[in-house]
Structures are given as structure tokens and as C-alpha cells.
């Protein structure tokens, strides 16, 4: 888990890196722009996995991504929410049996 959230974090602190944000910005929040999110967590779930997320695997998705958003430490940045909510989205994507078979 910790190396996939490594990988997953020095991904996100990449400039211009558009493997992992191809529709968002780390500066777009769920209040400013959910449906940019929902549209990257698409993206990044049919190209780690090679299937198009159903609705309930895409929800569950932006769960983590809220979750994570909300804020794990008190006094975190916006852009460091947005860093912990992608690691968690990109971790929980990597983690899935389908990432080994694809």
C-alpha cells in the first residue's frame, strides 16, 4: 500500500503531468467542479484497469476522493487535500485485482 501511494503521490506532484490529472487541476475542488473529477476518476479507472467504471465503482471512487479531500491533517493546504484526495483515488485504483491482470 505504502509504495503504491508513493508512486501515486510523486505522480501528482509531477508538473504538467496529465496521466493522472487528464481533466483536472489540483487547484479544482468537489464544490468548484465535481464533474471534472468524476470525469478524471473515469479516466483513470479505464486506463489503470482497461474497463469503463460502472456508476456504483465511479461513486465509490469519489467517496475516497471526498473523503480524502475533507482533509487528513488540520491545517492543510487546498492543494494538499487535493494531492491526498488523488493519492487515495489513485492508490484504491492501483490496489484493484484488475490493475495485476491488465
Known sequence: TQTVQAHCRLALQKNGNTAVL?????????Q???????????YLHIKFLGEVATQQQEDALYSVFLK??????????ATD???AGWT??????????LWITY
Open 68 to 77: 480524502y479531500e475533507a482533509g487528513v491533517e488540520p491545517g492543510m493546504s
Open 81 to 83: 487535500r487535493a494531492i
Open 88 to 97: 487515495a483515488v489513485c492508490a484504491s485504483i492501483l490496489r484493484d485485482p
Open 32 to 42: 468548484s467542479n465535481s464533474a471534472a473529477i468524476r470525469a478524471n476518476i473515469s
Open 22 to 30: 487528464n481533466t483536472v487541476t489540483l487547484s479544482q475542488t468537489s
